[in-house]
């Protein structure tokens, strides 16, 4: 099975500054897709970006912006002007798109967002 | 809006008395999952399906079992709640075949008294 790791429980960011989340996974397949996903305390768990294998180019959404490294196997998510709301847990995942339906998470990276 | 939908938010059940979880989706989505959430750890998988194909992973005790009658509702039974069984129970949905990204509910709380 694909393994994903978050190697950083916790972080914290300085309202209006940027950080950076790291994800690095292990697979031997080449079509996947990768996600970052948002929990916020005690709310829904929603997608924040996604990217898929094959394309190059990094994916953005607004504020928040991925570097894949598809050779390391690395899936950072940046957020950039950090806003109090962006204070959750995020969950990096993995899905193949070839053998299908199940989605490999991450522990998880608890981000603080101070005033 | 499409979206999934779990009933009930908050679910308070007695050591031992069966409880069932309810998901529905109005996606149209082929996959449905269920997931156990403890507190600030990542979505545990306990099953999935696909259409009709019920996908137990091999960790998923017993005591857990599911129910899809059709496209839309999902159910997560849980024949003899213990007090490890305290959780947040997450409903998610998604293409098949490999397609894109899961959508998900917003939990059923379960607290075991």
């Known amino acids: 099975a694909q393994t994903v790791t978050q190697s950083q429980p916790e972080m914290s960011v300085q309202e209006a500054e940027t950080v950076t989340l790291s994800c690095t996974y292990d697979t031997s397949e080449s079509d996947y897709y990768l996600f970052w996903y948002k929990q916020p305390p005690s709310r829904q768990m929603i997608l924040v970006i996604r990217?898929?294998?094959?394309?190059?180019q990094n994916a953005t959404e607004n504020r928040f912006s991925v570097n894949f490294q598809k050779a390391a196997k690395s899936f950072s998510l940046k957020i950039s002007d950090s806003q109090l709301g962006d204070a959750a847990m995020y969950f990096c995942a993995y899905r193949s798109r070839i053998t299908g339906n199940q989605f490999y998470f991450g522990t998880g990276t608890s981000l603080t967002v101070i005033p | 809006d499409a979206m999934v939908i779990q009933n009930p938010r908050y679910q308070v059940t007695q050591f031992g008395k069966p409880v069932t979880l309810s998901c529905s989706q109005t996606l149209n989505h082929n996959v449905m999952y269920w997931y156990q959430q403890k507190s600030s750890q990542a979505p545990k998988l306990l099953f999935h399906?696909?259409?009709?194909?019920?996908?137990n992973e091999a960790d998923t005790p017993d005591n857990f079992q599911s129910r899809r009658p059709n496209t839309s509702f999902c159910f997560l039974d849980i024949r003899s709640p213990g007090l490890g069984d305290a959780a947040m129970y997450l409903c998610?949905?998604?293409?098949?075949?490999?397609?894109?990204?899961?959508?998900f509910g917003p939990g059923t709380r379960l607290t075991v008294l």
């Open positions: 998610a949905t998604s293409k098949g075949q490999g397609l894109g990204e899961q959508f």
């Open positions: 990217q898929e294998a094959y394309k190059q």
């Open positions: 399906y696909y259409d009709k194909d019920f996908n």
